[in-house]
């Protein structure tokens, strides 16, 4: 477990026979799908992420192969590699570490040492589940904090308007966006809430209707880029 299966690889140069070649690519590709199950038990992801961390040992350890045991332009083609996945598209924070992990695997198959790419897999996909199961970071409240947008017509002064209505339903309430439409006609508050335990989502919505003259009025689960880098 603890020694690479190619020969001279401490003197800085791999020999690589067919043997240890589809060792290394199997291995590594194993672990990635082991490690994509894994992370689909606790994370939401499209098919095309767990088929992209599934793969991405085998390629990585492919591109150290052929570097011949060059660990440092392996590395920094492979970084190359790892940033492609998220050139077009931002990645959650969750995401970015399952593609690191998966290089470091492909890495490790790479240079030769299969056990050591188990074992880190094994511990990484370990510290992933307890951290997902125990919810390291997680808001208790996270299912009461929503986002409220009210359409008001343009001669209802917003600012005090609704104190007595949020000071009822929510815990805190914070404007975050005022906004102009219907050519000026109309405004668009978005605020940032956090409901009351026992408070009444219809009530609320009924209550606010009243004051705003039945315009629009919408309220979701607030969207946290917490996650996101």
């Given at each position: 477990m603890t020694e690479s299966i190619f020969t001279n690889i401490t003197e800085g140069t791999a020999t690589i026979g067919t043997a240890s070649f589809f060792a290394c690519i199997l291995s590594a590709l194993a672990i990635g799908t082991v490690m994509a199950l894994i992370y689909r038990i606790k994370n939401s992801s499209s098919q095309s992420f767990l088929v992209t961390l599934s793969v991405i040992p085998a390629a990585v350890a492919m591109v150290i192969m052929l570097v011949n045991?060059?660990?440092?332009?392996?590395?920094?083609?492979?970084?190359?590699?790892?940033?492609?996945?998220?050139?077009?598209?931002?990645?959650?924070?969750?995401?970015?570490?399952?593609?690191?992990?998966?290089?470091?695997?492909?890495?490790?198959?790479?240079?030769?040492?299969?056990?050591?790419?188990?074992?880190?897999?094994?511990?990484?996909?370990?510290?992933?589940?307890?951290?997902?199961?125990?919810?390291?970071?997680?808001?208790?409240?996270?299912?009461?904090?929503?986002?409220?947008?009210?359409?008001?017509?343009?001669?209802?002064?917003y600012s005090r308007v609704f104190d007595d209505l949020f000071d009822k339903y929510t815990v805190s309430h914070r404007l975050v966006n005022v906004k102009t439409t219907n050519m000026g006609s109309l405004f668009k508050l978005a605020y940032d809430v956090e409901l009351k335990t026992d408070a009444s989502e219809k009530g609320f919505i009924d209550e606010l209707r009243c004051r705003n003259g039945n315009l629009e009025i919408n309220l979701h689960r607030r969207e946290s880029s917490i996650g996101e880098l």
């Open positions: 045991g060059d660990f440092g332009t392996g590395v920094a083609v492979a970084g190359a590699f790892g940033l492609i996945r998220f050139r077009s598209a931002p990645g959650t924070a969750k995401e970015i570490a399952a593609i690191f992990t998966a290089m470091g695997v492909g890495l490790a198959c790479g240079v030769g040492y299969i056990g050591y790419a188990a074992a880190f897999a094994a511990i990484m996909c370990g510290a992933m589940l307890l951290y997902g199961f125990i919810g390291l970071g997680s808001e208790k409240n996270e299912e009461r904090q929503k986002k409220l947008t009210i359409t008001i017509p343009e001669n209802l002064d």
